[in-house]
């Protein structure tokens, strides 16, 4: 059985803090005793002179003081000095309009004290507490693909995953309620019934909705030749007849639209098997003869189209053949970019219904994974041994283990209960939804080896390792090739795992660092709150809404950069990005047509890297206008890993009639009262001069060069911190790529948190630091960044857990 063990805090042992002191010692016995005190003196020197004004023990703003700071003051307090060091390198301590040091005298205060935080010895970075780590949503859709071959959705099994530090993998954070059980016990009856099929399966249903967009281009993995519609999809639990029905398409009732034909066809597995047509000449004279019957007519077209399929995943379409594309008669251009013909219809949604008069059950792609033995195909093996060597098969990649006696006992008796209720079918279905609810399936964990003392560190085991590195780097379960060189106790040879590292990111599955790490390190989340206001944006909101193809967009570049090794760097200068027709003209592209995202070269710079991003861009904004805070903030706290402070209670929003003018104002004019407030300016002087680089980029990321409000001309010119003058995107980048260990060191957090599963801590850094020194010799490749995060002790060490210290009784 798993161990859970005691938590212990803020306890600083004896032992410890004479570590604390013989570590001082030798950073301060390092170089000569008289030059390790000078170059001290000089540092705390620089400290006193531009800190200590605001930092002391009167003040004591933003609960710091380094009044009387020492060299012996690093140790003391390594969480303060993490803190001031974070603060130093982004360049936002001293605050804007305070005394600044030069460049110089930051650089050595950094280094000095970077150099004395690394050397204290401190393993509170190896976990001594392990809550068991819950797979979320996204571990739970992989993994239930990888070992059934069957395609689920989270969100429609799952509760929603609680988050920490913006990572929806922190094993703190996935706690466990009563509901929960419930509700993945269900999830692994759904699956098991979905894997297996059911040859008495009653008629059920599926409904599938369209994406944002106007359907006028073809629609990737339906037939050529077609344009817009559906394709849905899913598995079917057993063969038989199927029915759907389409939202009805003719629905004003003066036959608005009717003008021109839209012939529209159904496919299953891109076999046409139903076609019809949608308006023209014929439905227009419905309108004129019969008038209120039309709408029936017509929309009875699109009901009760039957079709015959066996079981298992198909790709149902609902489309429209392509005809010539026109432009609209309308004598006003319609607001889509490119405009086109606005008489085309669009299919809203269907509903799929069946099976009805059930014919059997066909082979299927993941019963062919399950079954790999069958009593009724080999005669020499009973349904007993059989069920036992399907379980052992599948219950090792499940429980990322070699399975035991009593696991497949456990197993076995699910098994005996479905086979009294339905024979051998049944009894299998009710062992796999038992594999499913296992606790050994839905957590991971470490064992503590015997014999260790309480605080020693050990390394996790080889199997403990393949699953972790699994989860890390493919958000899903080990495969037979990982768990086969564990099973050898080989992984932890330093050169098998960066053997595996390198497999496993060549695999087509490390996508999920793009499509899954980097939208948490990045707050992507944000993106589904901001929905473009339909009045303001007409060209990117309701069915033209961006939102999807930005998030296409932005996984599909960054994953470039991933899959050809290239240095994480790029991130923000690359000069190729990823886009289909809607995209390509919401960036200013007029050569790209279709649905279908393809690499394209940016000749304008402007759009070079993150920053030039749509995803981005519209998530650091607000639904109606653009926010140089969010940006400038966005900027600071994931690009440059310097969060802002929290704003001070009962900010004022931006308001015109605070103003005192009924003029359209620019969100600069806007703004100008807002920092005024001395309260405010601090803060605002950091970020606001990030974000208005970017203030040609519109709320949805477009490109302008005037308030169409205002009318007048957008001003992005800032100037930063430390006096650097920049005025739009490109020296906004410039200026971040002076420093680009500061860009680097940000990212290895980021991935390192993620990589862990537990949130980070100040004494992480020291481990961060390193990875970002020794990747620089590599150019900061990111297979290099990779490779250092799971050698680190973080991701393969623990520490055995030390009793929580007894609390004396309060007389």
């Not at 003869?289 to 709408?295: D, E």
């Amino acid at each position: 059985m798993l161990e859970t063990r005691v938590t212990l805090k803020g306890m600083i042992t004896i032992q410890h803090r004479l570590l604390v002191a013989a570590s001082l010692a030798g950073v301060l016995s390092a170089a000569p005793a008289s030059q390790g005190q000078d170059a001290a003196d000089a540092q705390l020197a620089t400290i006193k002179q531009y800190c200590s004004g605001c930092h002391n023990d009167k003040a004591k703003i933003g609960g710091a003081s380094f009044q009387g700071v020492t060299a012996a003051s690093v140790a003391q307090n390594p969480e303060l000095f993490e803190k001031a060091v974070r603060k130093l390198r982004g360049r936002v301590m001293p605050p804007p309009g305070a005394k600044q040091p030069d460049a110089k005298a930051v650089d050595s205060l950094v280094a000095w004290l970077e150099d004395s935080l690394d050397k204290l010895p401190n393993q509170a970075y190896i976990t001594d507490s392990q809550v068991l780590h819950r797979l979320n949503r996204k571990e739970y859709e992989n993994a239930i693909h990888d070992l059934l071959l069957v395609a689920v959705n989270g969100a429609d099994l799952l509760p929603p995953d609680d988050t920490a530090q913006g990572y929806d993998n922190i094993s703190s954070a996935l706690q466990v309620s009563p509901s929960f059980i419930e509700q993945y016990v269900l999830a692994a009856h759904t699956i098991a019934m979905t894997a297996l099929g059911k040859r008495d399966s009653r008629p059920q249903g599926w409904t599938f909705r369209a994406a944002p967009g106007n359907q006028l281009t073809h629609n990737p993995g339906l037939p050529l030749g077609t344009r817009g519609g559906i394709l849905a999809k899913v598995d079917l639990p057993a063969d038989g007849e199927y029915r759907i029905n389409i939202a009805d398409m003719a629905t004003h009732i003066w036959g608005n639209g009717m003008e021109y034909e839209n012939p529209l066809v159904v496919t299953v597995d891109n076999k046409v098997v139903y076609q019809t047509v949608i308006g023209g000449e014929e439905d227009m004279k419905l309108y004129d003869q019969v008038q209120s019957g039309a709408l029936d007519r017509v929309n009875a077209r699109l009901k009760n189209i039957k079709f015959q399929s066996t079981a298992g995943p198909h790709k149902i379409g609902v489309t429209f053949r392509r005809q010539s594309f026109a432009e609209s008669d309308d004598q006003l251009q319609m607001f889509a970019p490119g405009g086109g013909q606005d008489r085309s219809y669009r299919v809203s949604s269907f509903q799929l219904l069946g099976p009805f008069d059930v014919t059997g059950l066909s082979s299927t792609p993941s019963r062919d994974r399950i079954f790999t033995c069958n009593p009724e195909k080999d005669k020499s093996k009973t349904p007993d041994v059989c069920a036992k060597e399907i379980f052992s098969t599948l219950a090792k990649r499940a429980y990322r283990r070699p399975v035991t006696n009593d696991d497949i006992a456990e197993l076995m008796q699910y098994y005996a209960d479905g086979v009294k209720q339905g024979g051998f079918e049944s009894g299998i279905r009710q062992g796999i939804t038992g594999m499913l609810a296992s606790p050994f399936f839905l957590y991971r964990g470490d064992r503590v080896p015997a014999g260790l003392k309480p605080g020693e560190k050990y390394a996790i085991t080889d199997i403990e390792l393949a699953s972790k590195l699994s989860f890390f780097l493919w958000n899903s379960i080990p495969d037979q090739e990982l768990l086969d060189v564990a099973g050898k106790n080989k992984l932890s040879d330093p050169g098998m795992l960066n053997k595996q590292v390198l497999r496993m990111l060549a695999d087509p599955r490390s996508k999920t660092l793009a499509s899954n790490f980097v939208f948490e390190w990045l707050d992507m989340n944000r993106l589904n709150e901001v929905v473009p206001d339909t009045d303001v944006f007409p060209y990117a909101s309701g069915r033209l809404d961006p939102r999807q193809d930005f998030r296409t967009e932005l996984a599909l570049f960054v994953d470039s950069i991933f899959r050809d090794d290239r240095s994480v760097v790029d991130l923000l200068r690359a000069s190729h990005t990823y886009v289909n027709e809607r995209l390509a003209l919401q960036y200013g592209l007029t050569d790209v047509k279709g649905d279908e995202f393809r690499r394209v070269e940016l000749k304008d710079s402007a759009r070079w890297g993150l920053l030039g991003k749509g995803a981005i861009l519209m998530a650091a904004a607000y639904p109606n206008r653009t926010s140089p805070v969010l940006r400038g903030k966005f900027i600071l706290t994931s690009l440059e890993g310097v969060p802002p402070a929290n704003p001070p209670p009962n900010v004022p929003t931006l308001n015109d009639k605070d103003i005192g003018t009924t003029k359209a104002l620019t969100v600069r004019e806007l703004m100008a009262k807002h920092r005024a407030s001395p309260a405010c300016s601090s803060c605002h002087a950091v970020m606001d001069p990030l974000g208005f680089a970017l203030e040609n980029f519109d709320a949805t990321g477009m490109w302008r060069d005037k308030d169409r409000f205002a009318g007048t001309m957008i001003d992005s010119a800032g100037e930063l911190p430390d006096g650097t003058k920049i005025n739009g995107p490109d020296d906004l980048r410039k200026a971040l790529l002076r420093r680009p260990d500061q860009f680097v060191q940000t990212f290895v957090e980021a991935l390192l948190t993620y990589s862990m599963g537990r949130t980070r801590e100040y004494y992480d850094m020291p481990t961060v630091r390193r990875i970002v020194r020794d990747a620089a010799a590599k150019d900061y490749k990111f297979s290099a960044i990779v490779e250092a995060v799971v050698n680190t002790e973080q991701f393969r060490m623990r520490r055995v857990p030390q009793p929580e210290p007894v609390q004396s009784a309060r007389r």
